[in-house]
């Protein structure tokens, strides 16, 4: 018997929320059941409920940020009880099977399920996601939250924290004396300065805002700071940079911050411009660079990756709003407008229409 669920959707391209009641499946016997009492607001859910890359299905519950506690288990779950401190990412699901399954990276998996946006469970039943009150997900795609990390502030590690985290250990950025550069200071930007300098990293903030400079070094942590529309100042940098984690989502010129890497250097895009970029050739040729990407990451590295925040008391800079601000969180979101991660407070704010 299906479970009923109160949220909030966006019915058309006007990516406008408003209350909305639906189902979602009985806990299985593999499943785990919570009561969601935050949820981040991702950029991402803001191209999602506006349509932007053609990939969703109305209506649209946004929301993979997502954290609460459990109410129920299924029969053959082992890894959480009621009671416990979870969440859920951006994925719910995978074919367990494939090549990136038994590598652990589910992440890229060809029949991966996200969380919400039109995506199908593999019972052909639609996805939805976190701004609503109870979630079900089968128990290897939730993620247990330390319980010396606060649930609000956990809530955007699960997008963003894993979106930065996961380059940044691949990558091999993430040593003690390594040059990192952060391109944008938002919600994406501001985790992976946090995590780079706990992995030792020398990071260097770059930005189109001098205004952020003293926020940057003083308040973060950065090490420098460049201002990408100072030509002087990047100059200056040349050649100097063994990775950059570009987190912008506007277009934007990719050959300055080429010119900031080493030879063998990487520029990691995790933020998705929803327009091409222009990549020229000859400067990636001249100095063996890197332009290449990556998506969130696993289950096993989502998990390693909130326990080493708990570890290491990294948590994102949040704004918690309630419910019924949630579209104009998403407007100010647009703008920029935010310092740097709304989170909104499910548990307390969103209330049932009749």
Known sequence: MARKVFGWAARDTSGVLSPFHFHRRENGEKDVTFKVLYCGICHTDLHMVKNDWGLSAYPVVPGHEIVGVVTDVGSKVDKFKVGDKVGVGCLVGSCRSCDDCTNNLENYCPKMVLTYGGAKYFDGTTTFGGYSDLMVADEHFVVGVPNDIALDVAAPLLCAGITVYSPLKYFGLDKPGVHVGIVGLGGLGHVAVKFAKAMGAKVTVISTSPNKKEEAIQRLGADSFLVSRDQDQMKASTGTMDGIIDTVSAGHPLLPLIGLLKSHGKLVMVGAP????????????????????????????????????????????????????????????SKGDVRYRFVIDIGNTLKPSL
């Open 274 to 333: 929803d327009k091409p970029l222009e990549l020229p050739a000859l400067p990636l040729i001249f100095g063996r660079k890197m332009v290449v990407g990556s998506c969130v990451g696993g289950m096993n590295e989502t998990q390693e990756m909130i326990d080493f925040a708990a570890k290491h008391n990294i948590t994102p800079d949040i704004e918690v709003v309630p419910m019924n601000y949630v579209n104009t969180a998403l407007e100010r979101l």
